[in-house]
């Protein structure tokens, strides 16, 4: 089994819908990220959580929520989704002295 | 400007040559960094860390750190086709609770 499980790995959604992408971790780490990758963009930071009481906004956190549920869980939400939001979107686990393991990634398509 | 910064190539290369990937930051304070593999549509992943001034090497990887110029770089001798990929640096920025920043990736492609 995959130490970072996304879930799902592929959607297609409609534009104005809510979606919410799962991510949940076997790592034990306590900090957990959601990327978003674009073609010639690379992986921007949506959000980032160092812990269950602890949430942030990254670059691009506009049109995104998030939910740290427990330490091994960690919920992406786009509240109304918007055609722009279509993108790769990966979740990743660390902790002090580890670096990020990356989930298998959720391809989002708004349509 | 952007925190970390990579040329998007794409880099080419002949097979069994050496390829040198370049990243520079802007966070001074930054005392940890990596190089991420990623093939198309696939999950990065870790091939190299390095924390301290100077080489680091790992097989046929060799990543170089300058924390005075804030430069970063991965080599990769006798480069093979199955090297062809996006390689990502990423850097932890901030004091405290650190987050990690990734630069928009160089594309290496070897040619057999």
Redesign the interface.
């Known amino acids: 089994d995959a130490d970072v499980t996304q879930t799902p790995r592929n959607r297609i959604t409609k534009t104005g819908k809510r979606i919410m992408l799962e991510c949940s971790q076997t790592k034990g780490h306590d900090r957990m990220y959601w990327y978003r990758q674009d073609p010639g963009l690379g992986l921007r930071l949506i959000y980032y959580s160092f812990d269950v009481k602890d949430i942030n906004k990254g670059e691009i956190s506009d049109g995104y929520s998030v939910s740290r549920q427990a330490q091994a869980k960690f919920s992406l939400s786009l509240e109304s989704a918007i055609p722009n939001q279509t993108a790769l979107y990966f979740c990743a686990t660390s902790d002090d002295r580890d670096w990020a393991f990356f989930g298998q990634g959720t391809r989002l398509t708004v349509v | 400007q952007k925190e970390v910064e990579q040329n998007?190539g794409p880099l080419s290369v002949p097979e069994g040559a050496i390829a040198s990937l370049n990243c520079t930051y802007s966070d001074r304070v930054s005392q940890?960094f990596?190089w991420y593999r990623q093939y198309s549509?696939?999950?990065?992943?870790?091939i190299m860390?390095i924390y301290s001034n100077g080489d680091k090497e790992d097989g046929r990887f060799t990543a170089q750190l300058n924390k005075a110029s804030q430069y970063v770089s991965l080599l990769i001798r006798d480069s093979q086709p199955s090297d062809s990929a996006t390689y990502?640096c990423?850097v932890k920025e901030g004091t405290g609770?650190q987050?990690?920043?990734?630069?928009?990736?160089t594309r290496l492609l070897v040619s057999p």
């Open positions: 998007s940890s990596f549509g696939k999950s990065p992943e870790l860390s990502l990423a609770f987050k990690l920043v990734f630069g928009t990736g």
